[in-house]
């Protein structure tokens, strides 16, 4: 039976997010990658063991998680019945549901008949009886906001989440949202949505704005830009990297000619900034993203446990410095950003 680490605490720090109540560790960990049937259930153990370990609170799911779609969340709840049961209130477990799930009409999307069915899914899968978080995962333009938010307020109200966030939305569609939900009394208080040094789309589309405006939490995932700003593209391509992989597949937002000259130049660039620091380029990256005072905490993903203890560690890191931005900023614009 696991034992929690009675230090678990010490080192890392917590936030409110935005104007609400909730506090979120600085360092969350998603379940996006590695915890699907195809991966290695004593890594998926070790790996949350090391989170919470490392004071990691933040755990986050979706139904589609996988592969398979649901895989991620059942093996999950096979390793929180093992082991962090015990814990369970001291854990902010998350799920969502927006992409597609199952065959036919009403297994995708944002319908009250999709996110109801959803949430009682997940948590079948993972054998939890609420979550903490429930997002919608994608802006649904097909259907009717209000019915959307209708479904995540009655979920609420029902016992099946104690908050609602909203995931991959822009800042017009998240305030209209958010009256919605403020009418229906429904305690909205997070967004969950792609920030890197080389993905700034909540820069551009107002959600950055919103968040600050509106006090509401962002838990930031891609902080890597799934894996571009870590040691393991200085070079060029490995063989079993993301990018190889996804060349073999043809399946994968990352491809070869992502990896141009200039891009190589910039992370090496990158890379000697970090160094500078007494960091890996993984760990100035997850500092970038923290350095904003928007955001509330940096999803991470892990391959392994050695990888959540490295990222762990960049909550007690210094902050960025005024001439270090500017550094970073420089060897962004040679490479620029990433287009989506």
């Known amino acids: 039976m696991f034992t929690a680490?009675?230090?678990?605490?010490?080192?890392?720090?917590?936030?409110a997010s935005g104007k609400s109540g909730l506090m979120l560790p600085k360092i969350s960990l998603g379940l996006w990658q590695n915890f699907g049937s195809n991966d290695s259930f004593d890594n998926m153990r070790a790996m949350l063991r090391t989170a919470v370990d490392a004071g990691i609170t933040m755990l986050d799911l979706a139904n589609n998680y996988g592969p398979v779609g649901g895989s991620a969340e059942e093996n999950f709840g096979s390793i929180f019945k093992k082991d962090l049961a015990p814990?369970?209130?001291?854990?902010?477990?998350?799920?969502?549901?927006?992409?597609?799930?199952?065959?036919?009409?009403?297994?995708?999307?944002g319908s009250r008949k999709y996110l109801m069915a959803s949430v009682d899914q997940s948590l079948k899968r993972t054998g939890l009886e609420y979550?903490?978080?429930?997002?919608?995962?994608?802006?649904?333009?097909?259907?009717?906001?209000?019915?959307?938010?209708?479904?995540?307020?009655?979920?609420?109200?029902?016992?099946?989440?104690?908050?609602?966030?909203?995931?991959?939305?822009?800042?017009?569609?998240?305030?209209?949202?958010?009256?919605?939900?403020?009418?229906?009394?429904?305690?909205?208080?997070?967004?969950?949505?792609?920030?890197?040094?080389?993905?700034?789309?909540?820069?551009?589309?107002?959600?950055?704005?919103?968040c600050e405006e509106n006090g509401k939490g962002i838990i930031a995932f891609s902080p890597l830009a799934q894996g571009l700003l870590t040691s393991r593209y200085l070079k060029g391509i490995p063989e079993g990297s993301r990018i190889a992989k996804a060349e073999k597949t043809n399946s994968g937002f990352l491809r070869q000619n992502m990896l141009t000259p200039e891009r190589i130049t910039q992370i090496n660039e990158l890379n000697d900034i970090a160094a500078a620091r007494g960091q890996t380029l993984a760990q100035l990256a997850l500092s970038w993203v923290l350095d904003c005072k928007a955001v509330t905490s940096v999803l991470i993903g892990a391959s392994s446990p050695a990888q959540i203890t490295e990222n762990a560690a960049?909550?007690?890191?210094?902050?960025?410095?005024?001439?270090?931005r500017e550094a970073i900023e420089a060897a962004v614009s040679k490479g620029g950003r990433l287009q989506r």
């Open 5 to 15: 680490n009675e230090s678990r605490y010490a080192n890392m720090p917590y936030a």
């Open 87 to 109: 814990y369970r209130d001291e854990l902010l477990i998350s799920s969502k549901a927006g992409y597609f799930m199952w065959n036919g009409p009403y297994g995708d999307g």
């Open 131 to 210: 979550f903490d978080i429930f997002y919608h995962h994608r802006m649904t333009p097909e259907t009717p906001l209000e019915e959307t938010m209708g479904a995540l307020a009655s979920i609420v109200a029902s016992g099946k989440a104690l908050y609602v966030g909203l995931s991959n939305y822009d800042g017009e569609t998240a305030k209209r949202a958010a009256a919605i939900l403020d009418e229906l009394h429904c305690p909205f208080v997070i967004c969950q949505n792609r920030y890197s040094m080389l993905d700034r789309a909540i820069e551009e589309n107002g959600l950055l704005d919103f």
């Open 314 to 324: 960049v909550a007690a890191a210094a902050p960025l410095t005024f001439d270090e």
